[in-house]
C-alpha cells in the first residue's frame, strides 16, 4: 500500500535492515498489500496520495483510511500535501 520508495522517505531510511525487511514483507496486515494491475502500480510507482489516487474514486475512503493506518502502525510522516490529499480523499466516507 505505501510504496517502499515513499516510506524511505518517510521515515524508514532510520530504520535497521531487519525492520525494512519485516516492512517490506508484512503481510499479516490485509491492507498492507493489494492486489493491481501492472499498469497502475507502474503508474502510482513510489508516489504518494497527492502524486496518486487509485481510479475508482469509490474505494479512496478505504484506500486514504489504509494508508493512515499504515503510516502510523510504523511511525512514518507525511507531508502536507500527501495529509491534505487524504483528508479529501476520506471525504468520500
Do not use: F
Amino acid at each position: 500500500m505505501v510504496p517502499l520508495g515513499n516510506a524511505w522517505a518517510s521515515g524508514a531510511w532510520q530504520w535497521t535492515q531487519d525492520a525494512r525487511v519485516a516492512y517490506a514483507n508484512d503481510l499479516a496486515q490485509p491492507e498492507h498489500l493489494h492486489a493491481i494491475l501492472a499498469s497502475e502500480n507502474r503508474a502510482r510507482g513510489d508516489l504518494g496520495p497527492e502524486g496518486w489516487k487509485p481510479p475508482d474514486s469509490a474505494t479512496w475512503c478505504q484506500y486514504a483510511q489504509e494508508w493512515d493506518a499504515i503510516k502510523n502502525r510504523y511511525s512514518l510522516t507525511a507531508t502536507s500535501a500527501e495529509w491534505d490529499t487524504l483528508l479529501a480523499m476520506a471525504g468520500h466516507c
